[in-house]
């Protein structure tokens, strides 16, 4: 492995940042660090033409940490529907309220402090304090592990914690002792826009001269990480039950795939779901299936739309949906306010 020198790293590093670096982002017009806080939750595994239009939709609704800390979470899961990974909103709320109950409604302005709030990382807790307080410290996401594992040359597996903590040793080394802002950007920058996971562009890279990764002409193979997420398979059948114009919907257990969303019943099969469903009132509808690809879950769901007739007795129906004790009935508009999977949120507004 090959250690460039510090200083003329960070300083090419910084003059290609303020040159061609990404300057028109809303969130590196602020040092408001909720506002920085939020874009680093929202871009964690989501692209930025993703995050763009949450990230807006998100302050209009909750402009500060307070006004975010006291909205239900139901609101915010359901601003968030559609951008995946939802532990990321819950952790999101869950820091408000702490920021609101422990902190006065003011972030911790040290990393070390940031990084013990609910769902901020170290790498996060860094960006947030480089780049609103000008703390020297440095950041290690997916995008900056890839760049620095190129430099280096670094060969040891990510996989291993002890591996990771020698990177994170590294990166702390390779940090200026100004302009912390434009370095941290810049190393953001160069990960999203041309140190690319596939097919790089090293020519234009402004440290290709000291990478270890171009030298040898293989950059793909890092970083190094040997243990990979297992994908699984599943197949459920989708109940979509309705009366009088409104849906059954269910709120999923706290934790797991879409984790204290709204969402529709769920049958391990047609079979299940016949034997179930036998005796009942109304008339039921195949849907076209779908497959609903998740980080490590291929889903494939079966929606089956069951409409009750609209004089069917209150009573009737309640021992009916009385299997789901979690469930209760929303008119569209009500459903489409609420959290749902991206999935379901679609298959309502048709």
């Not at 902190?103 to 709030?117: D, I, K, M, V």
């Not at 890279?205 to 990764?213: K, L, N, S, T, W």
């Not at 036998?278 to 849907?287: D, F, H, I, R, T």
Request: aromatic share 10%; hydrophobic share 40%.
């Amino acid at each position: 492995m090959s250690k460039p020198e510090p200083a003329a790293f960070s300083a090419r590093l910084i003059d290609w940042q303020r040159q061609h670096g990404r300057h028109t982002l809303p969130w590196q017009r602020t040092r408001d660090p909720y506002r920085v806080w939020l874009s680093e939750i929202m871009l964690q595994q989501t692209q930025v033409a993703t995050v763009l239009g949450y990230y807006e939709r998100f302050l209009q609704r909750f402009p500060d940490v307070r006004a975010l800390a006291a909205a239900p979470q139901d609101e915010v899961l359901a601003l968030w529907s559609g951008l995946g990974y939802y532990s990321r909103a819950r952790n999101l709320h869950r820091c408000a309220q702490a920021v609101v109950a422990e902190h006065g409604g003011e972030f911790p302005r040290a990393s070390t402090q940031l990084a013990a709030l609910p769902g901020i990382g170290r790498s996060t807790a860094a960006a947030i304090a480089a780049f609103c307080f000008g703390e020297r410290v440095a950041i290690l996401d997916g995008n900056v592990k890839r760049v620095l594992t190129r430099v280096l040359g670094f060969h040891g597996d990510l996989a291993e914690a002890a591996q990771e903590r020698r990177l994170w040793e590294h990166a702390t080394d390779l940090l200026p002792h100004e302009h912390i802002e434009a370095y941290t950007q810049g190393l953001m920058d160069l990960g999203a826009t041309l140190c690319l996971a596939r097919s790089p562009h090293c020519l234009i890279c402004p440290v290709r001269e000291g990478c270890v990764a171009r030298r040898e002409g293989r950059p793909e193979q890092y970083p190094v990480k040997t243990r990979k997420l297992k994908r699984k398979a599943r197949e459920n059948v989708w109940l979509w039950l309705r009366w009088q114009g409104r849906h059954w919907l269910v709120q999923r257990p706290a934790s797991g795939v879409w984790a204290g969303l709204w969402s529709l019943p769920e049958f391990d099969s047609t079979e299940a779901l016949g034997a179930a469903s036998q005796g009942w009132p109304g008339e039921g509808e195949a849907l076209p299936g779908f497959t609903h690809v998740l980080t490590h879950l291929d889903w494939t769901l079966h929606p089956r739309r069951w409409t009750f007739p609209a004089q069917m007795p209150q009573q009737q129906i309640e021992r009916i949906v009385a299997a789901w004790p979690t469930g209760r009935w929303f008119s569209t508009e009500e459903a489409l306010r609420s959290g749902l999977p991206a999935p379901l949120r679609k298959l309502l507004a048709t």
